[in-house]
């Protein structure tokens, strides 16, 4: 019997061998996503990168962004329904011929993803899909965090079919009767109701009845957000950031995500501390369970009490993934996403993650900002802006200062990157996710409003879209709500 060779994996040791080792990679990576925002920019660190979309928003002019040419498709009602539509297209599986062997990334995929990605010789860089299906549900999200000791707002699991029964399961966890009820699946927004009569009962029950709940007592907070990175060396967070949640402006969903703020003065002290170390710990709990690579933690700080919360699971890349790779690459040396891509490539890596850490801990003020349609109507567009550089003249009024493909160059707070995804010959409707924007400095007060500035921005550049009408008896299918921002 012939002895087993030892392995010759190369072990990379320390940030200057993972950095050359990932720009000179050959294996194809594809980011199969709509747009390339999500993780855009990670090709300036990556070699055989290459983004795989549907929307061209840069007007062909990304050299690492392909967008296949459009052919008929059932009408898409999901994330996961574009992502099948990419990797099936058929100059997206000659590409696939051409150079075997690499690696798709989504932000949302499938069983059927897999199915697809496997017959063409593609290894989906993620968590299984059943996992992720999993871990998402609420209800499992609370059980790993308590057995990680990552607590959650005062709650009680269960089942409750009627107005008693659940007022029955709050007595016995001592949670009031003003209660936070959340079914597993779905984004916050949608999957969480707010009871304390059976008035509100009434009104949500159809969506309660026969579901597994989390009943939480209602608590008087702030919602935030952070990004992970569950690694065989430990769990890497990214900067905290706070949401910017339900403006009318912005969004026509009550208590729909509109973006995020990151700032070292948006909580009080000791807080972010709190929030990285619950990150880690859930991480690490993750890592246990089978998952690798990013996660987002959704957190509830108590105003009261300045105790922290776990809110949601986002095992994914997820709204917060590009703040979080723009900051981590500004203020600490290069992106928490290339740790994702080094736990799914064959190779070995050392590194001090508490030097690592300590790289992204220090940071200045960014905001994220989505900026959906509210008014409730369906036009075809004839006008939007392009991507790149925007900024706000001295009247408030938004200009276009250059073209630009990566969130980079930004001068003052009146300087933003804007990112399109309608474009002309695009229909726009109720809740369409019209474009997202980037800037230095806060656009939320401490006090949760918007900022002047922030109001600027969002009617500044809808104003630049002009649509018609769609002609007397024709219609559109318009895609489920995707209120969480995943058209990105």
Known sequence: MSKRKPSRR??????????SFLRKNTTPIYIVTPTPYSLLGLDRWVGGLEYINYFDIFDGQHPRSFVPTKMAHSDFQSMEDVANYLVSHPQFVAKTVKKPGGKAIFVMCDEETEKLCAKIGI?????????????DS??????????????????????ADSFAELMALADEANLGKDLVVQTPYGDSGRTTFFIKSRKDWDKFSAKIID????????????????????????????????????????????????????SPTLLPDGVPEKVREMARKFGDRLYKEGYKGVFCLDFLLDTDTNEVYLGELN???????????????????????????????????????????????????????????????VELITKAPQSGVWKLNEAGDTEFV????????????????????????????HGADLGCLLARGRMQTDKR???????????GLKAQFESLPLPPNEAIAIPDDMSDGKWF
């Open 10 to 19: 190369r072990k990379l040791k320390g940030l200057s061998e993972i950095f």
């Open 123 to 135: 290894e989906v860089a993620l968590a299984p899909a059943a996992m992720r299906e999993r871990l």
């Open 138 to 159: 609420k209800i499992v999200t609370t059980q790993l965090g308590n057995e990680a000791g990552v607590a959650s707002a005062p709650n009680i699991l269960g089942h």
């Open 211 to 262: 579901q597994q709940l989390k009943v939480m007592k209602r608590i008087n907070h702030l919602p935030g957000a952070i990004e992970g990175c569950a690694t065989r060396h430990g769990t890497l967070v990214g900067p905290v950031m706070t949401d910017i949640t339900g403006f009318t402006e912005l969004t026509p969903y009550k208590g729909g995500w509109c973006g995020n703020d990151a």
């Open 315 to 377: 095992p994914r890349v997820s709204g917060v993934t590009p703040p979080t790779n723009l900051i981590t690459s500004t203020y600490g040396g290069c992106p928490l996403f290339l740790f994702h891509l080094l736990e799914y490539m064959d190779v070995d890596y050392q590194i001090d993650i508490a030097s690592v850490q300590a790289r992204w801990n220090d940071y200045d003020q960014w905001t994220q900002l989505v900026l959906k349609q509210t008014e409730d109507k």
């Open 402 to 429: 250059r073209p630009a493909l990566n969130i980079t160059s930004l001068g003052d707070e009146n300087e933003a990157f804007y990112l399109r995804v309608y474009s002309v010959g695009d229909y726009c409707y």
């Open 449 to 459: 409003n918007l900022t002047k500035r922030a109001k600027q921005w969002n009617a």
